[in-house]
C-alpha cells in the first residue's frame, strides 16, 4: 500500500517541502531508499525499524520502498525520521492515511522510539507557515525555538507514540503557547563590564560610537595595552536586538545547530572571535552541507579578530564581499545557498611584529622591513572598510588617573540604544538598521552639516592629508556621534571629534 | 689617451681611493694605462691579481669612449678628481680622494655649503621627528643637505628636504644605476631629478657590504658638519662619526631619551665629548659661524575660548595622554576628543602619537582675559 507525509528540508536558512512517500509491496524483505538521501537520511532505515518495533508496533516484513520528492536535491540530516515512519506506518494501516494530509512532521527518531532535537525548526515553520500549514509535529526538545511563531500550530512530542495518538485522535497533544518576540528579552548578565577597565576612555569612546552606529573598529596598540579586554566588555554596550534582527540571527542559529535549548531564540547580538587559525571554510561556510559560517554566525553581531595580521591574508580578503554586501554566497558542488552575514567587524592589531613601534613605554627591536612586511598583509581594500581606527597604548598611570570616573555598561548601553533607535526610525523600510551601512545617497540626504561643521572638515582634510575614501567614513561617524548627543544637524563638534577616529590616516604613521 | 679617460679607466676598474692615494704620486693615469697595455710587470704588480685583470680587459681606448658615451647618454656623467668641479673639500688625504665621481644632477650642489645629516636604518618615531625637523630647519636656512639614501634617518632627510624645496645631495654606496634600497628606488628619482647623486662606483656596480662604509667618508667629506639624529651602538651612522673626526669636521648629535637603546650610540658620543649636542638647525648655524639668512619665523597669534584655554594649560606641563587629560578636566571624553581635534586643526597643539598630545611651539595663544 502506499502513504505520503508531509515534511520540510533546509536550504540555506530556507525551508522547503519535502513528500515522502513509502510503498510496502510484495517482493524480497528489503528497504529501498531513493530521492538523493545523504548518509545520515540513508542510515535512517535502522532507526526506524527499531523505533518502530520498540514502539510497540508492527514492522512489515515486505519490501519497503521511500522515496523522498523533490527527487534532484540532497536530502541530510535525521530529521526526516519521523515522517518516514509516519509513512510506513500508513502504508501498513497502523495508521489511516488521510488523516496525515495536512500535517507536517519533522524530527529525529532513537532507536527506543525517542523523537529527538533537530536543527532548523524555526526557518522550516516560518516556510510553512508562509506556505499554508498550520499543524506541525515537531521534536519536544525544539518547544522553546518554536514558541516565537505566531499563527501556526505546533505540537510537540516526545517518543512516537505520542505522535501516533496524536493523528489517530486517541490522545491530543496541546500546542504550544506562543508568546510575542519582543517579550523574549532577557536581562543578561555580562561577566565584563567597562567599569573595571580604567583609563582608555578614547578606546571606551570609539567603542561606544561604533556599537552605536554599527562601525567597524581597528584597535592598533603594543601587547598589554587592552585591545582584548576592551573587545571582551563590548558585548555589554551593544543595541538590544529588534524582534527581526533576533528572528533573522536565530534562523542562522537553528540552522548551525548551535541554539540553546533552553532559550530557543536568540536575544543579545552574537559575538563571534575565530582563532587567527580559522580556515577559509569555517570563516564564511561551506562543506558538503554549505552549512553557515563565522561571518554567518556573527549575524546583526560582532565579528572580533584578535590579532588581525596573523590571520592569512586568503582568508581576510574573502571578508571583503560580506563586509560590502552584507551576505555571502556559498557555493558547493550541489548547491548554492545565500547567508545574511551583516556583522560589526571588530579587529586588533600590534603596530609592528614585537608590537613596540611608537609605543611611549617600550623600545621596539623591528627593522623597517620587518614593520613593512607585517603592515603589508593588511590589504587597502580591507582597511578602507574599516571606519573608525584608534590607538590603544599602554596607559601610563600618573595619581591623577587612578580617580577617573569610569562608567558601567549599561550607563552606556541606554547612550547606545538611544542612538540606534533614532537610527531604526530614520532608516524604516529602506532595509538599513544602522549609520554604518547607509549607501551614498543615503550618506547625501541624511549627513548634512551646517556650515561650520563644513568648514572644519575641509580644513581637517587639509591639515591632516586625510584620504577621499575618508570622507564618507568620517561623515558617517560624525552622524552617530551627532545622534548619540540627540542632534538633527552633524554640528562642528562631531565632525572634529569623528577625525580623531582616523589614526591610520594620520601624519605619525606616514 | 687623455689623462681623464684614463682616470676613468681606474675607477671603471674600481681601484679603490686608498690604492689611488699611493699611485697619484708616482705615476699619472696615462702611464699606467700603457703600463697595463703593454704587459709592464712592474706596473701590472701595483694591482692585485683581480684589479690587474680587470684593468686589462678594459684597457681599449676605443671600448672606453664608447662606454663613457652611452653612460653619458643614460644621464650619469663622470668627473675625474683632477677635473674643475670635483670638489675641493675631497682633496685631502684624510678623506681618502676617490679616483673620480660618477653622478647625476645638479653638479653645481657640490660647492654649496653641505651639512650631512646621518642616522639609523630602525628609525623610532622620535628620530624621524628630530630628523624631520632639522632637515626642514636645515633647509629652510638653505644649507644642503648629504645623507646616504639608505632606510630609516638618511631616507627621511631627503624626502624632508626635497618637500621644503630645499637642496639635497645622496652618495650611494653602489652604482648610479642600483640604488638600493629597493624601496628608495622612487626618491632616487625626486634626488637626481631636483637635487644630486653622486658615487664613486661604476653606474652597473651592486653595492656590497664593504661599499657602504666607504662612502660614508664621503659622505662627511663633502660636509661641513655631520648631524647624526638617532643611532645604537651598532649603526652605519657612527662609522660617518669617525670619518668626520678624522677629517676634523663638526659632528653633532640630537640627544635622546637615555632609556633608548636606539639612541645608545648618539648619546654615547656626547658623552665621551666627541660631539656637540644641538637641537634645532640655528645651534648648527651658529656653530659653524654662518649666519642665519632666514629671520626667526613669525609666530601665529590664536585666540582659544575658555575650554581651549583650560585644555591647552593641561598641555603646557608637555606631552600628555588623553587619559589624563580627561582626569585632569574632569570633562567627558567626547567633548575633549572634540576640542583637541578642534585645537589641532587651527594649529594650537600636535597629535604627537595615537592619544598623546603637546603643544605647538610655533604659535602663540593670546590670554583670554
Known amino acids: ?510 | 689617451m687623455t689623462e681623464k679617460l684614463a682616470l676613468f679607466w681606474l675607477s671603471q676598474a674600481l681601484v679603490s681611493g686608498k690604492k689611488f692615494l699611493y699611485l697619484k704620486n708616482k705615476y699619472t693615469a696615462v702611464e699606467l694605462f700603457d703600463g697595463i697595455r703593454y704587459n709592464d710587470s712592474q706596473i701590472t704588480s701595483l694591482f692585485g691579481e683581480i684589479t690587474a685583470k680587470k684593468l686589462k680587459s678594459l684597457c681599449n681606448e676605443e671600448k672606453l669612449n664608447e662606454t663613457y658615451d652611452k653612460m653619458t647618454y643614460d644621464g650619469i656623467r663622470y668627473m675625474s678628481c683632477y677635473d674643475e668641479e670635483f670638489p675641493k673639500s675631497l682633496l685631502n688625504d684624510e678623506v681618502i680622494t676617490p679616483v673620480g665621481l660618477y653622478y647625476k644632477g645638479d653638479v653645481k650642489l657640490l660647492n654649496s655649503v653641505t651639512v650631512a645629516v646621518v642616522g639609523t636604518r630602525a628609525v623610532t618615531p622620535y628620530g624621524k621627528e628630530v630628523t624631520k625637523k632639522i632637515s626642514r630647519e636645515l633647509a629652510q636656512e638653505g644649507i644642503c643637505i648629504a645623507s646616504g639614501l639608505a632606510d630609516g634617518v638618511d631616507g627621511i632627510a631627503h624626502e624632508t628636504c626635497l618637500e621644503t624645496n630645499g637642496k639635497t645631495i645622496a652618495v650611494l654606496g653602489g652604482g648610479l644605476k642600483k640604488p638600493s634600497p629597493e624601496s628608495n628606488v622612487k626618491l632616487f628619482d625626486k634626488v637626481c631629478e631636483k637635487g644630486l647623486a653622486i658615487s664613486e662606483y661604476p653606474p652597473d656596480f651592486p653595492p656590497a657590504p664593504y661599499t657602504f662604509p666607504e662612502r660614508n667618508r664621503i659622505v662627511s667629506g663633502i660636509s661641513k658638519a655631520v648631524i647624526i639624529t638617532e643611532a645604537p651602538l651598532k649603526s652605519g651612522a657612527l662609522i660617518t662619526a669617525e670619518c668626520a673626526i678624522k677629517q676634523g669636521k663638526e659632528l653633532f648629535c640630537i640627544p635622546a631619551n637615555v632609556t633608548s637603546r636606539r639612541s645608545e650610540g648618539s648619546n654615547a658620543l656626547l658623552y665621551s665629548l666627541k660631539a656637540k649636542p644641538v637641537s634645532s638647525a640655528s645651534d648648527v648655524m651658529r656653530a659653524l659661524g654662518l649666519r642665519s639668512k632666514n629671520k626667526k619665523t613669525e609666530k601665529r597669534y590664536i585666540q582659544l575660548d575658555i575650554f581651549g584655554q583650560k585644555l591647552y594649560n593641561v598641555l603646557q606641563n608637555g606631552e600628555t595622554f588623553f587619559d589624563n587629560i580627561v582626569v585632569k578636566l574632569q570633562h567627558p571624553p567626547h567633548e575633549v576628543a572634540s576640542k583637541l581635534s578642534q585645537l589641532e586643526i587651527i594649529g594650537a597643539i600636535i597629535n604627537k602619537a595615537p592619544n598623546v598630545y603637546e603643544i605647538n611651539p610655533d604659535v602663540e595663544i593670546k590670554e583670554n582675559n
Open chain 1, 1 to 510: 500500500m502506499l502513504a505520503k507525509v508531509n515534511s520540510y528540508g533546509l536550504d540555506g536558512i530556507n525551508g522547503y517541502k519535502i513528500e515522502v512517500e513509502s510503498d510496502i509491496h510484495n517482493g524480497l524483505p528489503g528497504w529501498e531508499m531513493v530521492g538523493l538521501p545523504g548518509a545520515s537520511t540513508k542510515e535512517s532505515k535502522e532507526r526506524v525499524r527499531s523505533a518502530i518495533a520498540n514502539s510497540g508496533y508492527g514492522f512489515s516484513p515486505k519490501k519497503i520502498t521511500i522515496n523522498m520528492a523533490p527527487a534532484d536535491t540532497k536530502k541530510d540530516g535525521p530529521l526526516y525520521d519521523l515522517p518516514i515512519a509516519m509513512a510506513i506506518l500508513a502504508a501498513t494501516e497502523q495508521l489511516q492515511a488521510d488523516k496525515l494530509n495536512d500535517l507536517i512532521f519533522i524530527g529525529e527518531l532513537s532507536l527506543n522510539g525517542e523523537v529527538k532535537r533537530v536543527r532548523g525548526i524555526l526557518p522550516i515553520l516560518i516556510a510553512a507557515k508562509s506556505e499554508g500549514y498550520d499543524r506541525v509535529i515537531i521534536p519536544d526538545g525544539n518547544r522553546n525555538e518554536a514558541s516565537y511563531i505566531e499563527g501556526i500550530n505546533v505540537y510537540p512530542v516526545k517518543n512516537l507514540r505520542d505522535a501516533v495518538m496524536h493523528v489517530s485522535g486517541e490522545k491530543l497533544i496541546e500546542p504550544i503557547f506562543t508568546h510575542e518576540i519582543a517579550s523574549a528579552r532577557y536581562k543578561t548578565e555580562y561577566a565584563d563590564d567597562f567599569r573595571y577597565v580604567m583609563g582608555q576612555f578614547a578606546a571606551k569612546r570609539a567603542m561606544e560610537i561604533a556599537a552605536a552606529g554599527g562601525h567597524n573598529l581597528l584597535m592598533i596598540g603594543p601587547p598589554g595595552g587592552g585591545k582584548t579586554m576592551l573587545a571582551k566588555c563590548l558585548p555589554s554596550i551593544l543595541p538590544d536586538m529588534t524582534p527581526a534582527e533576533m528572528l533573522e540571527t536565530t534562523k542562522i542559529h537553528s540552522v548551525a545547530g548551535s541554539l540553546d535549548e533552553e532559550r530557543g531564540i536568540i536575544t543579545t547580538r552574537p559575538f563571534r572571535a575565530p582563532h587567527h587559525t580559522v580556515s577559509r571554510i569555517a570563516l564564511t561556510g561551506g562543506g558538503a552541507n554549505a552549512h553557515p559560517g563565522e561571518v554567518s554566525l556573527a549575524h546583526n553581531g560582532v565579528l572580533f579578530l584578535d590579532e588581525l595580521p596573523e590571520y592569512p591574508r586568503s582568508v581576510l580578503e574573502i571578508l571583503r564581499q560580506p563586509l560590502e554586501d552584507k551576505t555571502i554566497t556559498v557555493s558547493r558542488a550541489l548547491r548554492s545557498v545565500e547567508y545574511p552575514a551583516h556583522f560589526m567587524l571588530i579587529a586588533s592589531m600590534n603596530p609592528c611584529p614585537c608590537g613596540n613601534y611608537g609605543s611611549q613605554t617600550a623600545d621596539c627591536t623591528c627593522t623597517p622591513s620587518q614593520i613593512q612586511k607585517y603592515l603589508a598583509r593588511l590589504s587597502a581594500p580591507l582597511l578602507d572598510r574599516i571606519d573608525l581606527h584608534i590607538g590603544v597604548d599602554n596607559v601610563k598611570y600618573d595619581e591623577l588617573a587612578g580617580k577617573g570616573y569610569s562608567e558601567d555598561s549599561a550607563t552606556i548601553r541606554n547612550r547606545v540604544n538611544v542612538a540606534r533607535e533614532i537610527q531604526v526610525k530614520r532608516y524604516e523600510g529602506t532595509g538599513v538598521y544602522c549609520n554604518a551601512s547607509m549607501t551614498n545617497k543615503m550618506v547625501k540626504d541624511y549627513c548634512k552639516l551646517t556650515s561650520d561643521g563644513e568648514q572644519l572638515l575641509k580644513t581637517a582634510f587639509e591639515k591632516f592629508g586625510l584620504s577621499a575614501r575618508a570622507y564618507g567614513r568620517v561623515l558617517k561617524v560624525a552622524r552617530t556621534i551627532a545622534d548619540l548627543s540627540g542632534e538633527e544637524n552633524i554640528l562642528a563638534t562631531h565632525v572634529a571629534e569623528a577625525v580623531q577616529y582616523r589614526t591610520l590616516d594620520r601624519s605619525y604613521r606616514k
